[in-house]
């Protein structure tokens, strides 16, 4: 499985972006797409997550109630929709995948990954 994420920039706080993660090669009946974050000097964490079939997202307080995760199976793409962005929301994002549909938040838990887009968010 490949992910190529994108989307990623520069935007003041209080602002939006969506970033795109798309997902090709080996696919599974059964599957998690997942976002991730990694501030510098800090390790990697979940986000968000989104199973299928189901579709039943899940989020990391952090973020509940202004990042929305979805999919678009046609596309085979996930999508994390982030709005009120603060400055602590600064760090390299990262989109993961998994076969399966138990929840996951932990990194070792994925077995795919991308190789990152980079969000500034500035005060």
């Known amino acids: 499985v490949q992910l190529q994420a994108s989307g990623g920039g520069l935007v003041q706080a209080g602002g939006s972006l969506r970033l795109s993660c798309e997902a090709s090669?080996?696919?599974?009946?059964?599957?998690?797409m997942g976002w991730f974050r990694q501030a510098p000097g800090t390790e990697r964490e979940f986000l968000a997550s989104i199973a299928w079939p189901g579709n039943t997202p899940g989020y990391a307080d952090s973020v509940k109630g202004r990042f929305t995760i979805s999919r678009d199976g046609a596309k085979n793409t996930v999508y994390l929709q982030m709005n009120a962005l603060k400055p602590e929301d600064t760090g390299v994002y990262y989109c993961a995948s998994d076969p399966g549909t138990a929840k996951r938040t932990l990194t070792r838990s994925w077995s795919y990954w991308g190789q990152g887009t980079l969000v500034t968010v500035s005060s």
């Open positions: 090669g080996r696919t599974f009946r059964a599957y998690t």
